[in-house]
């Protein structure tokens, strides 16, 4: 009956205390002749504070209290209402004075209460930070509850309040006590737990010493001993013991669901022998109490209190506990409460927020083995790893910072001066056509390659009209390629290309064409026909927001020899339209880009590509319903012909995608990882056992640590020409001396945001990389003149540092690259 | 000039443009023209024929060599070029590397 924690929504603490706290609020008052059961359990999972709620000792209400639990979005928090209510009942008779709180500090997820939690969970709430405070509380609240928790229904009571013996207030527990301050209807006692914060979680219920432990044991067991004050315990055994029990499970629960297992067994199996131990001698369940809370102390406070009767908790209660003050007061304590937790909430903590969401499929995700797992495998990363990390051992044991050094010496720089770029002939003529494109009356004759530029620079200036395109389709093109569309309507595209002799044209690029591409006009233009394209090979229709499953499937039936077609960004498509392009294009489809298609869900498109005999390229950027199932599936029909596989954004993908990738995607050329979080070293393992061929590897903000890389390119750093680090902040000398050991080949390096890699670890790599031609620097505020002036590459280009143009960064692509890339188009 | 010094650059009409080699240099084609190991026919008579680049274009190219090589020492200037001129200059360019 206890939900698990897991279920419970994920809310901010604070915000969630705060709402708890309203929540009891507004409940107090509403809620009469309820137990209130605060539930606390410590933020952060830290907190082990489960203060037991004060129960009435009533049974009845105990009861209530069990179906008020189902209430409970959090299970913990049930449980220890639960518990505590078991535990609280006979207890509490027993200690007559009542007084004993328990204050429960919600945690994040529990605060659903629903039962009438009274206001006293406010006072659970403040008392939280302090023990004091929740003394404090406590001790009002007994004062006011004599049986009532709440603070402005429970009057009556208020004159037994404190009767000696009843101490346990923890309230000396100076320790973040959580505290539940039960109302009982009728016996004017509440007890007040304290519970241990930080994660001892024990319900700190000290009632007597015996209260809280007695969570975990039976209900009774805890109940009666405990001092001499207490009544023997009138809960009916039947309802009782069942509780107890439930109480018992959800205590266990309650702990050890709690933060996420921050209470280790131990603590909970300690509790339960300290309880055992309370039940042994009953004057002495405060030590119980006092194992389990962390705060010294309290245990001290637990000790004096067993032995004596604290007058009505005249120590800390020194705010009054008036019915009227209460609510004013209780506002008062939780607003301090929250501005003292505020900062420790506002704590991102990756577990909570991604949960542990089970892996899809039964596929189990593999633990991350420790550095040790690594080196165990079998291959070269595991030795190229070991040698690593020996290395980091060795230098580590002579009492270096464990850093490895790296050397490099800035030269001086005379040549600085004339390594002036001088621009190229080439450059000069482009932006010159660039600047008179209108002027341009033909361009017969004009290589494509050129075109290409010509059209990507004047896509640049924003000087792209249909003057160029209409040039661009004069005559019978072979290809045209526009990267810029957005500047075309409809009319203008159907009147530009009703004329096209597309009879040659064998790649049409068309991006961010959404406007001018509606379903109505290619069925009037290019694919008017069902062979009017017969040469078409490579189709880009990126961002065509406005073309559907009917547009597409025309437009294949009018190509039949399509063998690339990338329709990523478009939102209309869903999976039929992929399935049946894939129907169509079974045996001839080599490359698909679908990235950012939101309306295509993985799992039902797989069987369609799994059809594509010839597929070698796979574009699934920000799909995010890519799991691991269908990776693994889809590659074990295709992985042997891919050769580049794009996953960015495919945030559910774990190890075992890559592990499948590295075992069957032997001819990989290239593969995208970008912002795949939870993938861990094992991943670089995969890669660099499985996949021999990578020339492109491109990460994002993955996890991978600086070993693990060095040790990649240790072993396949050889091949690489483009290989993007960006944002994986570990990287630091480790990878600066591989990439510089390795990579004589690299064109294009990435290493924006890497902040641990010094100028020296720069120097280094630009220097070395002989081949490099574009390094890009993004984020880099590391890096100073010493490396800027003291590099010896001439080639290389810096990009991403002040003073230099950023959109450099935007590559020109390769226009001498053929429509496929990697086949040719005879094949 | 001495003749060890200079490539002789043929347009497509016959006009003969006598150049240093350092400038000629400047394009990434003629260079590999001229140092490959293997004998050229041009690396041995030093001369070079385009048949698809015509006079006046290649003699606008003739000056961008010199320009380069001025600009590369020091001495920044611009290069004009005549707009009508600048598609197949462009073409001519792309072909020579340059």
């Known amino acids: ?343 420790r909430f506002a704590h991102f903590s990756p577990h909570e927020e991604f949960g542990n969401n089970a892996p899809v499929g039964g596929i189990q995700i593999p633990v991350p083995e420790a ?87 004047l896509c640049d200036n924003r000087k792209m009209d249909s003057h160029f395109l209409e040039l661009l389709v004069h005559g019978s093109p072979t290809e045209i390629r526009v990267r810029d569309c957005s500047w075309l309507s409809e009319e203008l595209f159907t009147k530009t290309f009703e004329g096209c002799n597309a009879s040659k044209l064998t790649v049409f690029q068309f991006d961010q064409g959404g406007a001018c591409l509606p379903d109505y006009t290619l069925y009037a233009t290019l694919a008017r026909s069902t062979n009017s394209l017969p040469a078409l090979t490579t189709v880009s229709l990126k961002g065509a927001y406005r073309l559907s499953d009917a547009g597409l499937n025309t437009l294949v039936s009018a190509a039949h020899s399509l063998k690339s077609i990338d329709i990523s960004q478009c939102p209309m498509l869903t999976s039929d339209g992929i399935c049946s392009l894939a129907n169509s294009l079974q045996l001839v489809l080599r490359e698909l880009y679908i990235d950012n298609c939101h309306g295509i869900d993985a799992m039902s498109i797989l069987p369609a590509l799994l059809k594509l005999e010839n597929l070698e390229v796979l574009s699934l950027a920000g799909i995010q319903t890519v799991c691991d199932d269908f990776v693994s599936k889809f590659v074990s029909i295709h992985g042997c012909r891919m050769k580049e596989l794009v996953l960015a954004d495919c945030i559910e993908l774990t190890d075992s995608s890559i592990k499948v990738i590295g075992d069957t995607c032997s001819k990989l050329r290239a593969i995208d990882l970008s912002n795949l979080c939870k993938l861990t070293d094992i991943s670089i393992g995969h890669l660099a056992n499985g996949c021999r061929a990578i020339q492109m590897l491109k990460f994002c903000r993955n996890a991978f640590s600086d070993e693990a890389i060095a040790a990649y390119l240790d072993v396949r750093g050889a091949l690489l020409n483009d290989l993007s680090l960006n944002n994986v902040i570990q990287v630091s000398n480790h990878t600066a001396l591989s990439l510089a050991r390795n990579c004589r080949n690299l064109r294009s390096l990435d290493l924006s945001w890497c902040r641990n890699l010094t100028n020296e670890a720069l120097g280094l790599v630009v220097d070395s990389c002989s081949s490099l031609e574009v390094l890009k620097l993004f984020g880099c505020t590391q890096v100073t003149n010493v490396f800027l002036d003291g590099h010896s590459n001439s080639e290389v280009k810096l990009i991403g540092l002040k003073m230099t143009p950023v959109f450099k960064h935007i590559d020109v692509p390769d226009f001498l690259l053929g429509p496929l890339r990697y086949s040719s188009i005879s094949v | 000039m001495k003749k060890e010094d200079t490539v002789k650059l043929i347009s497509a009409e016959g006009f003969e443009f ?81």
């Open chain 2, 18 to 98: 006598v150049i240093d080699k350092k400038a000629a240099m400047v394009s990434q084609t003629i260079r590999n023209m001229l140092t490959s190991p293997g004998s050229f026919a041009e690396t041995e008579h030093g001369e070079v024929t385009f048949p698809e680049i015509s006079t006046t274009i290649l003699e606008k190219i003739c000056q961008y060599f010199y320009w380069s090589l001025q600009y590369a020492s020091g001495k920044e200037t611009e290069f004009h070029i005549e707009p009508e001129l600048t598609l197949e200059l462009m073409m001519a360019a792309n072909y020579l590397h340059t």
């Open chain 1, 1 to 343: 009956m206890v939900s698990e924690s897991g279920t419970a929504p994920r809310r901010s603490v604070r915000l969630a205390k705060k709402v708890a706290a309203s929540d009891c609020l507004e409940n107090v008052d509403s809620v009469s002749g309820k137990r209130k059961k605060v539930v606390g359990s410590s933020v952060n999972g830290e907190f082990g504070v489960r203060g037991l709620e004060t129960r009435d000792l009533d049974l009845e209400l105990g009861v209530d209290m069990v179906t008020d639990k189902e209430e409970f979005e959090n299970g913990e928090s049930l449980a220890k209402v639960e518990s505590s209510d078991d535990m609280e009942t006979p207890l509490l008779e027993a200690v007559n004075n009542g007084r004993r709180k328990r204050k429960l500090c919600s945690t994040v997820k529990s605060l659903g209460y629903e039962s009438g939690e009274r206001t006293e969970v406010e006072s659970v709430f403040l008392s939280l930070r302090s023990g004091k405070k929740v003394v404090k509380r406590e001790m009002e609240n007994r004062n006011g509850c004599a049986g009532k928790s709440v603070e402005g229904t429970d009057n009556s009571k208020e004159s037994d309040i404190p009767q000696s013996g009843c101490v346990p207030e923890e309230i000396k527990c100076t320790k973040s006590v959580a505290s539940i301050e039960k109302n009982e209807n009728d016996s004017p006692k509440g007890r007040r737990y304290s519970g241990a914060e930080k994660g001892k979680g024990k319900v700190g219920s000290v009632i007597n010493g015996s209260v809280c432990v007695d969570l975990k044991l039976d209900g009774v067991v805890g109940l009666s001993p405990g001092g001499a004050h207490c009544d023997p315990v009138k809960l009916p055994k039947s309802p009782d013991s069942e509780e107890v029990v439930e109480d018992k499970g959800s205590i266990r629960i309650d702990t050890g669901v709690k933060t996420r297992g921050r209470l280790s067994k131990e603590e909970k199996g300690k509790l339960k022998i300290e309880i055992k131990a309370a039940s042994s001698s009953g004057t002495n369940t405060s030590e119980l109490i006092i194992q389990n809370v962390s705060d010294s102390s309290v245990s001290a406070t637990l000790h004096a209190a067993a032995n004596e009767s604290l007058p009505g908790g005249s120590q800390v209660r020194e705010a009054d506990v008036n019915g009227n003050d209460a609510g004013r007061v209780h506002r008062e304590r939780f607003r301090n409460f929250a501005r003292r937790n505020a900062s």
């Open chain 1, 371 to 457: 550095d040790n797992g690594l080196e165990d495998w079998p291959g070269p990363f595991s030795t190229a790893i070991k040698i690593i990390n020996d290395g980091k051992r060795r230098g580590a044991s002579t009492d270096k910072s464990g850093a490895v050094e790296l050397k490099w010496i800035p030269k001086m720089q005379e040549l600085r001066k004339s390594q002036k770029h001088v621009p190229s002939l080439q450059e000069l003529c482009l932006s010159i056509l660039a600047k008179n494109a209108d002027a341009i009356t033909s361009l017969d004759f004009v290589p494509d390659v050129l075109r290409h530029k010509i059209c990507w620079f």
